[in-house]
């Protein structure tokens, strides 16, 4: 701070940064009391008695005003609204308040989804026994559960082997674009524009069905592991693209400047930084070819989408497919909270460099 010797701020400092130190030299002056953080309106209606007031009154509105079977659609709709209007401003006005406890505002966001949960089993109008028949009938599943195992094992397999495939087809096409050649990028470019566009059911399809009329014949799980390494090696390359250009270029020419070539220095200077950056990406792209495996489907592989489907025919129930659907979620969840952490990882790291 730059100041004279009676006090008073020096002649050089710039207008703003005056007005700035004059202000708070004014705050530090008041007592506490006086200042106001937030307006005045605001102070009452944030107190916990005016909370809890507020919401026996929303709890005595559920109780006696919500409607029953006999009203009208349109008296049951507004009054439906006018409560979850009513519990969404009292939510609301928690949650936005800082000084509230983490713990506190994790308890009415909980009750603000059971308040929505219970409201659409109360009206939905929705047959639950039908329900719980035709799509949670688990004694059919008797004997099929082995099946869905297998279809399993096949799908853990394919996205095993295309990651494999994909994480190589990525690096090999991210180390020769960093190449620079003009000529070589058209066609690289190529490659990842193209593959990157096209959905990969088109993709399965197009090299399942219609290779073999260029003599080119593969079978399903062949097909399915060509396409997924095709289209997510695009994925990859981008991704490692983004790893070796995060490293300082500088450390290219001093490589280079040691006597080291330029695949000696991609091998022994820039991807041993770079993989660092590229590991959270990666792993998300393998959780989405983890789901993708259920596209393959289509071209008969039998993975765990076409083992439900299989049973969901032969059994006439669709229970399998929501088993396979729990499975899928049993695999996956903590693949997703795996990328996820790798991801806060890495920006922690960069946030300490």
Known sequence: MMGTPGGGISPGVPLQTKVAMNHESARANVPSRFLRSRPGWTFWVRRYEFILATLA???????????GEEATPVGRGVSIGVFLLLALAWSANILVDGEKSDWFKGIVAFGLVFVSCWLFYRYSGTEWDKLGK?????????GAWPELLEGL?????LAAISAVLSILV?????VLRSLGSPTLNVFLIAYLDIFRSIPMIVLMVFIYYALPYLGIELKSVTATIVALALGYGAYAAESFRAGIESVYFGQMEAARALGLTRLQTMRLVILPQAIKVVI???TGNMVAMLKETAVASVVASPELLKRAKEIYVGKANPTALV???FIYLVVL??????ANWLENRLKDRMKTR
């Open 323 to 325: 088993a396979a659907a």
């Open 280 to 282: 959270p990406p990666l």
């Open 153 to 157: 094992l096949v799908t853990l397999e």
């Open 170 to 174: 990525g690096l090999v096409v991210a």
């Open 57 to 67: 009154l929303i709890v005595g509105y559920a109780v006696f005003l919500l409607p």
């Open 333 to 338: 969840l903590p693949l997703t909270r795996l």
């Open 134 to 142: 035709s799509f949670f009938n688990w004694e059919k599943m008797q």
